[in-house]
């Protein structure tokens, strides 16, 4: 059973910083691509970044340039730097694992992410 368990929400002010992680138990990760999505109040979940099992990331356009995805193979973990925040990066914030062989998607219960003066 794959588990997913994010922390590092919370309140940030406009121009500052969050680092949220996740940490990921249960199977082979080093196949699974892992990613960070979010979905806004009112709005549809999306993509923010990914970290692909080869190492390729992605990012939205949104976030290119301000937001940095990691992840350490070794500790399973997946990390998203958050630089330069915005109010409309408020959002639950989710870990996604993908396995890259059959396509089975994972999700952590998510963190929310307030942007706000």
């Known amino acids: 059973q794959v588990q997913l368990v994010e922390s590092g929400g919370g309140l940030v002010q406009p121009g500052g910083s969050l680092r949220l992680s996740c940490a990921a138990s249960?199977?082979?990760?080093?196949?699974?691509?892992m990613g960070w999505y979010r979905q806004a109040p009112g709005k549809q979940r999306e993509l923010a970044a990914v970290?692909?099992?080869?190492?390729?990331?992605n990012y939205a356009d949104s976030v290119k340039g301000r937001f940095t995805i990691s992840r350490d193979k070794a500790k399973n973990t997946v990390d998203l730097q958050m630089n330069s925040v915005k109010p409309e990066d408020t959002a639950v914030y989710y870990c996604n694992a993908k396995n890259s062989l059959s396509g089975m998607n994972y999700w952590g219960k998510g963190t929310l992410v307030t942007v706000s003066s």
């Open positions: 249960g199977s082979i990760f080093s196949i699974y691509h």
């Open positions: 970290v692909t099992s080869g190492g390729t990331t």
